[in-house]
Every structure is written in C-alpha cells, then in structure tokens.
C-alpha cells in the first residue's frame, strides 16, 4: 500500500469546489451532497450545510436577439 495518500487520487482536471463558509474543498463528484430535484441540482457542503452551487441540468437557454 502506498503510505502517500494525496498522490494516489488524480483530480484529472475535475473542477475542485471551496465552500466559502467553512473552506472545505472537494471535487463536485466526491463528498459533497449532491441534492437533485428534478432538473435542478443543487451542491450542499457537507460540513456546514452551505448551498455551494446551484444549478440546471438543463442547457442553458441562449437569449437570442432576434
Ligand atoms: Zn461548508
């Protein structure tokens, strides 16, 4: 077993979310609670209980200027 834990778990370029209540960092798929409701998905620390991010899963609508 490699004693160097930190090493052995590649981020790979996964986007690392900070809450901003506690500064408690992970990435969005690993640790933090992941409220989906519907289309709506919403990221809740889970230390504090800080909402950290919400959004849609849904694409975004493009305004268009027509
Ligand atoms: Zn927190």
């Known amino acids: ?10 981020f790979r370029g996964k ?10 960092e ?4 690993d640790g933090w609670l992941v409220v989906s409701d ?3 998905r919403t990221i809740v ?3 504090c209980g800080h909402v950290a991010d919400h959004r ?5 609508p493009a305004p ?3």
Do not use: H, I, Q, Y
């Not at 986007?15 to 408690?24: D, I, M, T």
């Not at 849609?56 to 975004?60: I, V």
């Open 56 to 60: 849609t899963e849904r694409s975004a």
């Open 15 to 24: 986007s690392v979310l900070f809450c901003a209540e506690c500064s408690f």
């Open 1 to 10: 077993m490699n004693a160097d834990a930190s090493s052995s778990r590649s």
């Open 45 to 47: 620390c889970p230390e």
């Open 26 to 29: 992970n990435p969005v798929s």
């Open 64 to 66: 268009r200027a027509d």
């Open 38 to 40: 519907g289309d709506e």
